[in-house]
């Protein structure tokens, strides 16, 4: 860093010094600070799901397109989420049979959408009482 911050000293006009100084600080940010993961996706997205989407987004100016794309999208989520939940329901059915209720619980709050409860704390009273 401190190398690229001399060369700041030998520029004259305010617009190089910007576009260097901002240059030295995206190379650092590029070489120490990681990227984030990308935002996890549904269970039941397919890689095919993501395409179409990435796809969907390069043609946003051309509406014809954009429309048909997004009715195929609309329609493959449709299908890969009616798949993901029966393949959960014959596996809810399976662990009903043998009894593991432990799977059957886990299975169903995966469906529904809750998440594990975290503790709560005791509430907030006054002084008196």
Same mark, same amino acid.
């Given at each position: 860093?401190?190398n690229?911050?001399?060369?700041?000293?030998?520029?004259?006009?305010?617009?190089?010094?910007w576009?260097?100084?901002?240059e030295?600080?995206?190379?650092?940010?590029?070489e !120490?600070?990681?990227?984030?993961?990308?935002?996890? !996706?549904?269970?039941?997205?397919?890689?095919?799901i993501?395409?179409l989407m990435?796809? =969907?987004?390069?043609?946003?100016?051309?509406p014809?397109?954009?429309?048909?794309?997004?009715? =195929?999208?609309?329609?493959?989520? !449709?299908?890969?989420k009616?798949?993901?939940?029966?393949?959960?329901?014959?596996?809810?059915?399976?662990?009903?049979?043998s009894?593991?209720?432990?799977?059957?619980?886990?299975?169903?709050n995966?469906?529904?959408?809750?998440?594990?409860?975290?503790?709560?704390?005791?509430?907030?009273?006054?002084?008196?009482g």
């Amino acid at each position: 860093m401190q190398n690229k911050f001399e060369i700041l000293e030998q520029i004259t006009t305010a617009e190089e010094k910007w576009s260097q100084l901002k240059e030295c600080i995206q190379d650092a940010l590029k070489e !120490h600070v990681p990227k984030r993961p990308k935002k996890e !996706h549904k269970k039941w997205m397919t890689q095919n799901i993501l395409d179409l989407m990435d796809e =969907r987004r390069k043609v946003k100016n051309n509406p014809n397109l954009y429309q048909s794309l997004n009715k =195929r999208v609309r329609k493959e989520c !449709h299908e890969a989420k009616e798949e993901w939940l029966n393949k959960k329901c014959d596996n809810i059915e399976a662990c009903s049979i043998s009894k593991c209720s432990k799977e059957i619980y886990e299975e169903i709050n995966e469906i529904s959408g809750k998440r594990k409860s975290c503790p709560q704390s005791g509430c907030i009273k006054a002084k008196d009482g």
